[in-house]
């Protein structure tokens, strides 16, 4: 099991199996949840990214909050990454860059939820941690690394904000390029996002509206379902 204090950089090609690779970044306390959910499939491996904003859900502030590092604990979690890792050793020219050797790890990146912050960076090509730097550098063409149909997919729970937000033209215009332009569909098959719609409850905030993530034992199951139907091997 590698961990985020390694001191042995990640070469994706070092830890190749017959698995179905699953990055996940999570900024929920259903992290846990979600990651003791996949790794029940002894046919998934899971290495989780965590930005540092997610990182604040995790600190074990109230007893339904894990410390991150525990997670290292569930069988099938082979590592956790920190921003502060994509140069920790020190990178010298020729070595593996981390947010490459993750992108051509993972056969499905699963971000759960997304935030609004990163939906606007990434719609912009904007790559300043480590989470944008891997979905920047991803093979939207299918060509480089191989994957599931003609891509590897990307699956993004929406969203994390506030009923406002969420209807805010900007919002509705970036969620567009994701589902429309970047979306993979019967008739868009050369897409590699799929956006899983947000549910209406009551939101961390106090309103009541939509803008919460979908359920996260419904985002289990379907990348389960990827995993059972449109899995390739490494």
Not at 2 to 29: C, G, M, R, W, Y
Not at 115 to 138: C, P, Y
Not at 164 to 175: A, D, I, S
């Amino acid at each position: 099991m590698d961990s985020q204090i390694s001191p042995e950089p990640f070469i994706a090609q070092q830890h190749t199996n017959d698995k179905v690779h699953v990055l996940l970044a999570a900024a929920t306390i259903k992290l846990p949840d979600i990651a003791e959910a996949l790794c029940r499939n002894k046919n998934i491996s899971v290495r989780i990214l965590v930005t540092e904003p997610a990182e604040k859900f995790l600190v074990g502030q109230r007893s339904e909050e894990a410390v991150l590092d525990t997670l290292l604990q569930i069988d099938g979690v082979d590592a956790i990454y920190r921003d502060e890792d994509e140069w920790s050793p020190s990178w010298t020219r020729g070595g593996p860059v981390l947010h490459i050797e993750l992108r051509k790890w993972a056969h499905i990146l699963l971000v759960a939820p997304m935030s609004a912050d990163t939906m606007a960076k990434m719609v912009n090509g904007i790559a300043d941690n480590l989470l944008l730097s891997v979905i920047r550098a991803w093979d939207t063409t299918g060509v480089v690394d191989m994957g599931f149909k003609t891509q590897k997919p990307m699956i993004f729970a929406a969203l994390d904000m506030d009923t406002c937000m969420y209807r805010h033209p900007v919002t509705q215009k970036q969620l567009k390029v994701l589902r429309d332009d970047w979306g993979w569909s019967e008739s868009n098959p050369k897409g590699w996002v799929t956006v899983l719609p947000p549910m209406e409850k009551s939101l961390a905030c106090g309103d009541i509206g939509t803008g919460s993530m979908m359920d996260w034992r419904d985002i289990v199951t379907i990348i389960q379902n990827y995993v059972a139907g449109s899995a390739q091997k490494p």
